[in-house]
C-alpha cells in the first residue's frame, strides 16, 4: 500500500523519458509526433506495437466492446499512458482516443519500453500508476451510470474541475477550452439542448461562467453539495 504523493513522486514524462535514455538505442525506438485534432487512435488486438504519452494536449477516451457499445470514460491529458495493459490475455481490448486538439505525443515501442521497465523500475511504479488511474476512472465512469441527466452534467463538471482544470483561489476552477456544451453532453450521456439549460441554471446560480472561454466554476463545494439535493 502507497500514499498517493510516494507512488507519483517519480511519475511522469521526464522522469519515463530520463529512464528511457539510458539504453543507447532510444532515438531508434522513441519518437514524437503530433495527432492532429479530429484524428482517432484505436487500439485494439492487432494494435499494440506501440505506447504513448501525452505531452501536451487532450483526448476523449473510449472504451468499446459487444456488450455496451462504445462507452465515453474520460479525457486524457499531459503525462497520461495510453497502451500499458497489465496482462497479455486482456490483449484484445479496444480503446480509442479522439485528438480535442493537436496532441504531442511520445510514440514508443511497446517491446523497448516493457524491457527497460524490467531492468529499470523492479517496484513497478508505472504499471501501478496506470493501474491506479484506470480504477479511478472507472470508479468515476459507475458513479455516473448512477446518476439521472441533471446530477450526471453537474458530476461531469465536477470531475473536469478536479483532474483537468487550472486552480486560481476562492474555489475558483478555470476548465480547460476543449470543453464545449457539445462536449459535455456527450461526456454526460444527454443532449445538447438539456446540457445548455443546466449550465443555463448554473450560471444562474452564480457556480458558472460560460458565456465565453474558458468556462470558469465559481465555488467547486457549492456545485458539488447540488449533487445531494433532491
Known sequence: MYFKSELRANYS???LLKLLRKNPAFSQYCTQKVIAKGEILKMGPNNRQYFYMVEQGYFSFYYENEYIGKHFIFFVQRDTMINFLLYKE???????????????????????????ILEEDPRNHYQLNY?????????????????????????????????????TGEHNYVLPDIVTYDLLAE????SRGYTSRIIKELRDLGLLS?????????????????LHED
Open 90 to 116: 486482456h490483449m484484445d481490448l479496444s480503446f480509442e482516443y479522439k485528438a480535442l486538439s493537436d496532441v504531442l505525443v511520445w510514440e514508443i515501442d511497446f517491446a523497448f519500453l516493457r524491457s527497460m
Open 210 to 226: 460560460s458565456s465565453r472561454k474558458p468556462w470558469i466554476i465559481k465555488d467547486l463545494p457549492k456545485l458539488k453539495k447540488l
Open 13 to 15: 514524462l521526464e522522469h
Open 131 to 167: 493501474i491506479s488511474t484506470i480504477q479511478t476512472l472507472l470508479f468515476h465512469t459507475i458513479v455516473r451510470q448512477t446518476l439521472d441527466a441533471k446530477r450526471r452534467v453537474i458530476y461531469c463538471l465536477v470531475e473536469i474541475a478536479e483532474e483537468l482544470s487550472l486552480y
Open 187 to 190: 461526456f454526460a450521456g444527454t
